[in-house]
């Protein structure tokens, strides 16, 4: 049973360039969710998709934007880019609505990660 | 707003006892959950609970009090493998969005 993947795994762009980040959630997870993580920071949530829409959102400007597929992959795309946005960018799978007393619904699985810098 | 605290670092010594606070405030509450990062890696889950009180798991044990606010994380029999960052984050009242602390980073030392 593969876990979360992402795709690339490194990537540099430079300022004012466009990115694009893949992401497959584990087997029998329909939900997605983004998070952006800086250098010593925790993650900061950009947005969660589930069903194809984005259902919620954190604060981060226009220029971060997604999409989530009907095999529920996702990707994340952010648009000039700068030089702040390069970070660890973290994709995590979930169940949609998990369960209090089923444990194991609760977790979110992360992926390894795409490690974007912007020069 | 949102606001997870947990202390930046600590350093422990192998096959000691450490434990990690977090309090909390936030709007809304379904849930605490502790996750393990090494360097460069991504976070992976250790514990979770949603009622006051212990939950022990092998080594690591995290505790809840949801009237204070506040939650820890307990590590027994400390390897060094156990260096690493923990994140304390808060699942929010709608079961969409977690709220993270910026991690305690610990260092075990032989």
């Known amino acids: 049973d593969a876990g979360v993947t992402q795709s690339p795994t490194h990537l540099i762009k430079t300022r004012g360039q466009q990115v694009t980040l893949r992401c497959s959630p584990k087997s029998g997870h329909d939900t997605v969710s983004w998070y952006q993580q800086a250098l010593g920071q925790g993650p900061q949530f950009i947005f969660q998709y589930y069903e194809e829409e984005e259902r919620q959102r954190g604060n981060f400007p226009d220029r971060f934007s997604g999409h989530q597929f009907p095999n529920y992959s996702s990707e994340l795309n952010v648009n000039a880019l700068l030089l702040g946005d390069s970070a660890l960018y973290l994709c995590?799978?979930?169940?949609?609505?998990?369960?209090?007393?089923?444990?194991?619904?609760?977790?979110?699985?992360f992926g390894p990660g795409t490690r974007l810098t912007v020069l | 707003g949102q606001n997870i605290d947990q202390p930046t670092e600590m350093t422990a010594t192998e096959g000691a006892i450490v434990q990690i606070n977090c309090t909390y405030q936030?709007?809304?509450?379904?849930?605490l959950f502790w996750y393990q990062q090494h360097a460069g890696e991504a976070p992976t889950f250790l514990s979770y609970n949603v009622l006051d009180g212990l939950e022990e798991k092998g080594r690591f044990s995290s505790f809840l009090s949801r009237s204070k606010g506040y939650s820890y994380l307990l590590l027994k029999e400390l390897q060094m493998k156990d260096s690493a960052s923990y994140l304390c984050?808060?699942?929010?009242?709608?079961?969409?969005?977690?709220?993270f602390g910026s991690g305690t980073k610990l260092n075990v030392k032989p």
């Open positions: 984050a808060v699942r929010g009242a709608n079961f969409n969005k977690f709220y």
């Open positions: 936030t709007s809304g509450f379904n849930g």
């Open positions: 995590a799978s979930s169940f949609s609505f998990p369960g209090l007393a089923g444990r194991g619904d609760n977790e979110q699985f």
